[in-house]
């Protein structure tokens, strides 16, 4: 091979190597153009912070005042100077107390379940209503 088509092919090269990292380092799309969130669901209510779980079945029951849903700090703070949190309502949930468990949302039909729960493990009566016992 001649030395000028090296030369050529090199910058191509490093061209392309670098769209793929950029390319991987922003994030993944979810096809409509823009990047997905990265931050998990949180609420907090009462000086403790919830986090959705998933497949629970709940009743949702009386209100119980203000939650709010902090901002997502995915940029590690540098873009969220002064921005407050969405303020939504908390709703009790039979059967586990509002220190385990509250369901929040515009009303108690359309509430998302969260618990308070830290590391790993959750609460044995957030367990018992995902179990259905």
Do not use: W
Request: glycine share 12%; aromatic share 4%.
């Amino acid at each position: 091979m001649s030395r000028p088509g090296r030369t050529t092919r090199l910058p191509l090269l490093a061209a392309m190597l670098m769209s793929a990292v950029a390319c991987t380092s922003e994030g993944s799309d979810d096809g409509g153009g823009e990047q997905a969130a990265s931050c998990a669901y949180r609420v907090l209510y009462q000086d403790r912070t919830y986090r959705d779980v998933a497949d629970v079945r709940f009743t949702a029951g009386e209100e119980l005042g203000p939650a709010t849903l902090p901002p997502c700090d995915d940029t590690g703070g540098r873009d969220d100077a002064g921005r407050a949190g969405e303020t939504t309502t908390a709703y009790t949930v039979d059967g586990v107390p509002p220190e385990v468990a509250v369901a929040v949302g515009n009303s108690p039909d359309d509430a998302t379940f969260v618990a308070a729960h830290s590391g790993g493990e959750l609460p044995p009566e957030v367990r018992k209503l995902i179990d259905g016992s």
